[in-house]
């Protein structure tokens, strides 16, 4: 018993040191990501509990739950690190810190993926209709795109970038403009990755696939639809789509927010 109660001690006193170091050292920017990053992480846990206990729909696909807590571990040790280094380092500081806080930021990306168990309807023939009485026929500029074989080839260079764009990018602006726009990043990622999720939740989207034409879509594209389809249906998903937010575009925002950031 006493056992116990010492340690219980000691881990409250660990917890407590390590809280208040960093509220002390932490910017109110730096502050703020990694709250909306856990409040993303939080709901995705709510998804999942409701799912469990109400609609209990089925996925090939769920978060790793043990790699998701160790690669948060690993951002918070390395965010203490950064802390350290800015005395004398202060570029490689913001740096690792940028690296911590961003690795963060994309751990609740991972573990919102249970927003997959959406219970409410797909707005995809809502989104097409809207952009017919706007004058845009998706399935006529697709198939216009696809014919312009170069224009194809440049898009798909430029859609096909945004994983280059999300590793090199935010660590090499950390050498070229100033600490606060670097937190001032950090701080747009996590709310609009916030922000992106609550809409496809309340919102959601199947993919393009479960509305337009097939022949100039990716079978990746196509899966997703099926997978969406087959969720709802409450059983086990047959493939596994690639992506999962059709709407809004998460390559539209996030290669907006490093263009804009660099």
């Known amino acids: 018993m006493e056992v ?16 208040n170091y960093f509220i002390k050292n932490l910017s109110c920017l730096d ?43 690993l951002a918070l040790v390395l965010l203490s690190f950064s802390l350290g280094l800015f005395g004398a380092f202060p570029k490689i500081g913001l740096m690792f810190k940028l690296i911590s806080i961003y690795l963060i930021g994309w751990v ?20 097409y209709q809207t952009d017919l009485s706007l004058g845009l026929n998706q399935n006529n500029i697709i198939s216009w795109v696809y014919q312009h074989h170069y224009l194809h080839y440049f898009l798909t260079i430029v859609y096909n970038s945004l ?24 701080l747009k990622f996590s709310i609009l990755n916030l922000i992106g999720c609550v809409i496809y939740y309340f919102w959601p989207t199947a993919s393009p696939a479960s509305i337009l034409e097939h022949k100039y879509l990716l079978s990746g594209q196509i899966s997703l639809a099926l ?24 390559h539209v925002i996030w290669s907006t927010l490093f263009t804009f950031f660099v």
């Open 163 to 186: 994983e280059g764009q999300a590793l090199i990018l935010p660590i090499l602006a950390c050498f070229i403009i100033n600490r606060k726009d670097v937190e001032m990043f950090l």
């Open 108 to 127: 609740a990306i991972f573990c919102a993926y249970n927003i997959q168990f959406t219970p409410f309807k797909n707005i995809d023939s809502f989104l």
């Open 4 to 19: 116990s109660l010492c340690l219980n001690d000691m881990s409250s006193f660990y917890f407590d040191k390590i809280r």
């Open 31 to 73: 502050k703020l990501s990694v709250i909306f990053s856990f409040v993303l992480i939080l709901l995705s846990l709510v998804v999942y509990y409701i799912n469990y206990k109400y609609t209990h729909y089925l996925s090939l696909e769920n978060p790793p739950l043990i790699t998701n807590f160790i690669l948060i571990c």
């Open 227 to 250: 997978q969406f389809k087959q969720i709802h249906q409450g059983v086990l998903p047959t493939v596994v789509g690639n992506g999962l937010i059709s709407f809004p575009s998460f």
